[in-house]
T-cell receptor, first 111, second 110 residues
Framework: DAEITQSPRHKITETGRQVTLACHQT?????MFWYRQDLGHGLRLIHY???????NKGEVSDGYSVSRSNTEDLPLTLESAASSQTSVYFC??????????FGDGTRLSIL | AQSVTQPDIHITVSEGASLELRCNYS??????LFWYVQSPGQGLQLLLK??????LVQGIKGFEAEFKRSQSSFNLRKPSVHWSDAAEYFC????????FGTGTRLLVSP
């Protein structure tokens, strides 16, 4: 079955370090999305991509970057981790106009 | 501005009772509408979606939702709640990108 996999599931790091969260989907979807989930805020869009070499900023993109070199992967990088970026991160993918399918999330703690 | 409002942060329902979770949205045009459910430590699972046509849509796990254009609402309903329905529920609207509500946590009492 097709799936979307996030790794690691949990990570603890220190402020100032670079962190990369992986997202891999086997749906062959063109669209991929990164969200963060914080209490009281629901899911907020960080970055998204509509295809290879395409990336776009979402509503909370400061301090984050993504790259899309193939259809399957959209890694999310925190260039210099800050405590405000402690959160649960979700990756999702969709076909054009279709519903989004979500991974199980990465819980990131920045100390 | 595009926004989704889920006015109830928490709802407690007795097992076997009916459920209605509210969702109102603000969007330039009539968007696609979705309800997702999230169990603790899990990702979001799609319950149902509305693209066009019949305004009453059926989903998985016995859930349904009704789109009311005049009220910009897409409320989720279930006639008889089971203890396993305890989770967080998110309404989302959009086309390619989605805007999510802040969620409603459902608690089910015995």
């Amino acid at each position: 079955d097709a799936e979307i996999t996030q790794s690691p599931r949990h990570k603890i790091t220190e402020t100032g370090r670079q962190v990369t969260l992986a997202c891999h989907q086997t749906w062959n979807h063109n669209n991929m999305f990164w969200y963060r989930q914080d209490l009281g805020h629901g899911l907020r869009l960080i970055h998204y991509s509509y295809g290879v070499q395409d990336t776009n900023k979402g509503e909370v993109s400061d301090g984050y970057s993504v790259s899309r070199s193939n259809t399957e992967d959209l890694p999310l990088t925190l260039e210099s981790a800050a405590s405000s970026q402690t959160s649960v991160y979700f990756c999702a993918s969709s076909e054009s106009g279709g519903p989004q399918h979500f991974g199980d999330g990465t819980r990131l703690s920045i100390l | 501005a595009q926004s989704v409002t889920q006015p109830d942060i928490h709802i407690t329902v007795s097992e076997g009772a009916s459920l209605e979770l509210r969702c109102n949205y603000s969007y330039g045009a009539t968007p696609y509408l979705f309800w997702y459910v999230q169990s603790p430590g899990q990702g979001l699972q799609l319950l149902l979606k509305y693209f066009s046509g019949d305004t009453l849509v059926q989903g998985i796990k016995g859930f349904e939702a009704e789109f009311k254009r005049s009220q910009s609402s897409f409320n989720l309903r279930k006639p008889s709640v089971h203890w396993s329905d305890a989770a967080e529920y998110f309404c989302a609207v959009g086309f390619q990108k989605l805007v999510f509500g802040t969620g409603t946590r459902l608690l089910v009492s015995p």
